[in-house]
């Protein structure tokens, strides 16, 4: 073969593999296929201006000034100016190494700023701190999700609060609130509730001092709901067995408002007379003193 044609093919693998290298350096600037083309021809052929690079790339004169003037923001590219023209040229190798060096300083310098923020202020990230700031919502759905809402009533601490609906109550499951009721007892968790006065209140009631709880009773002709409310510990729940829904709210601020807004309720239903209520058993006493008031 022809040396002459050798040194051809030579110079052509080079020239492939010189592409190749500058192609894959620009990548790792992030620039896309147009700014790479644009900047492997300002190389080939020198400084330019916007209209000549245009030409060689043959794309629209604005679409390359606008790509030019972003590699010189990027600190690829120069631009100058001569009698009164504007050139663009690519950056010496050296500028563009003291450009990268100061970008891994400026880049340090953010990461130490943010690790000192996360350290001082990160727990405002944590799911942990937010549950404990924001009320936490939990939804359930049908006959299981709801006895889940009840099952959860068990937890309290220092007893329950209810607004009930006693022939809801029954008409859901009667088995499980009676079962529910004497479980409750049994883990000496007190309650207070008013109810609508219906038959079914009144044989309620009349289970009070066995099953731990003083009620109230008010005219169901005035007052009447059918979803049941509950306050405990710092949760409040409402249970609706017509819908088959039931939700619990988790947040000291809601459950303390309800606490207040039921207080004020037991004693507004004082005034219709059937009222059970339950005296604080004395030191290392486990029975509770109950008696009855009415009109």
């Given at each position: 073969m022809d040396p002459c044609h050798l040194n051809q093919i030579d110079d052509q693998f080079s020239s492939v593999y010189?592409?190749?290298?500058?192609?894959?350096?620009?990548?790792?600037?992030?620039l896309n296929e147009k700014e790479i083309a644009i900047f492997t021809k300002v190389l080939e052929t020198g400084a330019q201006t916007a209209s000549r690079i245009a030409r060689l790339c043959e794309?629209?004169?604005?679409?390359?000034?606008?790509?030019?003037?972003?590699?010189?923001?990027?600190?690829?590219?120069?631009k100058t100016t001569r009698a009164n023209t504007q050139y663009y040229?690519?950056?010496?190798?050296?500028?563009?190494?003291?450009?990268?060096?100061?970008?891994?300083?400026?880049?340090?310098?953010?990461?130490?700023?943010?690790?000192?923020?996360?350290?001082?202020?990160?727990?405002?990230?944590?799911?942990?701190?937010?549950?404990?700031?924001?009320?936490?919502?939990?939804?359930?759905?049908?006959?299981a999700g709801l006895e889940k809402v009840y099952e959860d009533t068990l937890t309290a601490r220092s007893g329950l609060k209810s607004w009930a609906a006693y022939d809801a109550l029954m008409a859901?499951?009667?088995?499980?609130?009676?079962?529910?009721?004497?479980?409750?007892?049994?883990?000496?968790?007190?309650?207070?509730?008013?109810?609508?006065?219906?038959?079914?209140?009144?044989?309620?009631q009349a289970r009070d001092r066995e099953e731990l709880r003083e009620s109230a009773l008010v005219p169901a002709d005035k007052f009447n709901w059918v979803p049941e409310i509950q306050v405990y510990n710092n949760k409040v729940n409402i249970a609706s067995w017509k819908e088959k829904l039931g939700i619990i709210i988790e947040s000291k601020e809601i459950a303390d408002a309800i606490t207040a807004i039921f207080d004020l309720s037991f004693e507004a239903a004082k005034r219709y007379g059937r009222v059970t209520v339950l005296h604080p058993p004395r030191e290392h006493s486990a029975k509770h003193k109950y008696h009855r008031q009415y009109t």
């Open positions: 010189a592409i190749s290298v500058i192609t894959n350096i620009l990548r790792s600037f992030q794309m629209p004169r604005n679409t390359v000034r606008s790509i030019l003037d972003g590699l010189v923001k990027k600190g690829l590219m120069v040229a690519t950056e010496k190798k050296e500028s563009l190494i003291r450009l990268l060096k100061h970008r891994r300083v400026r880049m340090e310098d953010e990461i130490d700023m943010q690790i000192d923020l996360l350290e001082k202020y990160g727990e405002e990230l944590s799911t942990r701190h937010w549950a404990t700031t924001r009320p936490r919502i939990t939804f359930y759905e049908g006959t859901a499951d009667a088995t499980y609130f009676n079962k529910y009721f004497k479980r409750r007892a049994a883990k000496n968790i007190a309650m207070r509730s008013i109810h609508p006065d219906t038959p079914a209140a009144r044989e309620g």
